[in-house]
């Protein structure tokens, strides 16, 4: 989703950036990437953190010759599925497109991306495509997060490589959470400065596998660091 190779980081410059303005817009439907489509003076214009059926003012980010980037500024008719978002971080964080409906929502939006692909592709969908869908909640057994400054753990912004530190992950297993969690403490306590973490669980949650990227002068502490890790989270396993 977010996941970039280690490595010093600016922050990312949008490309044709048009000067800031707004407009009112009906949103249409899903689109692939997970934004929405709307159409501001005919053109199609991707707005994320929407739904279809909702008025919406949006400020237009980025523009090119097909088609314009919005960001939503108020959503002035709101549709009947919009739920409250169960994380408090979905909106800045960029790991996350479809918190803001329920999940049967979700999964229509899914379908419906499906079916368009496939005719984008010159492909006949099936008159019926069976959904098969887990939980969705804490499904995810993988996850790779970096560290800010002041060493707290978070995922890549939407589009941008600024870090959100996080508290909760909903959508990740609770081992993952506390692992990462925990590690960022330790590493505060020891003033180390990594630059990433990867994270591997099995699905029982007893067997935790973890990859620190670090610099030269970090790597010096890294002993101390999983020994430490490793008496807080003991499923810490390699």
């Known amino acids: 989703l977010l996941y970039e190779p280690t490595m010093k980081r600016r922050p990312q410059k949008l490309r ?25 003076e005919g053109k199609a214009t991707f707005v994320p953190l929407t ?21 939503p500024e108020e959503i002035v008719a709101a549709a ?15 790991g ?28 006949t969908a099936p008159e019926t495509i069976d959904v098969l869908a887990g939980n969705p909640w804490q499904y995810r057994n993988r996850i790779r997060l970096a560290f800010d400054g002041a060493g707290r ?9 600024d870090l959100v530190p996080i508290s909760e992950c909903p959508i990740a297993a609770p081992l993952l959470v506390k692992a990462a969690l925990t590690v960022a403490e330790i590493v505060r306590e020891q003033k180390l ?3 990433e973490i990867s994270l591997f669980c099995n699905a029982e949650e007893t067997e935790l596998l973890a990859s620190i990227f670090v610099r030269d002068s970090t790597a010096r502490g890294l002993d101390r ?14």
Do not use: M
């Open 153 to 161: 753990v978070g995922y890549r912004a939407r589009r941008s490589h």
């Open 193 to 195: 400065r990594p630059s």
């Open 80 to 94: 009947a599925n919009r739920v409250v978002p169960a994380c408090r971080h979905f909106g800045a964080c960029g």
């Open 225 to 238: 660091v999983f020994e430490e890790w490793n008496q807080r989270v003991p499923a810490l396993t390699g």
């Open 51 to 71: 739904l279809p059926g909702e008025h919406a003012r949006v400020r237009i980010v980025e523009e090119k010759r097909g088609y314009a980037v919005g960001e």
């Open 16 to 40: 044709n950036a048009a000067p800031a303005r707004s407009a009112l817009v009906e949103i249409e439907k899903p689109i692939y990437g997970g934004a929405f489509l709307a159409r501001v």
């Open 96 to 123: 996350c497109q479809y918190q803001h409906t329920d999940y049967e929502t979700q999964l229509e939006f899914k379908q419906a991306i499906l079916r368009e692909t496939l005719a984008r592709g010159g492909v």
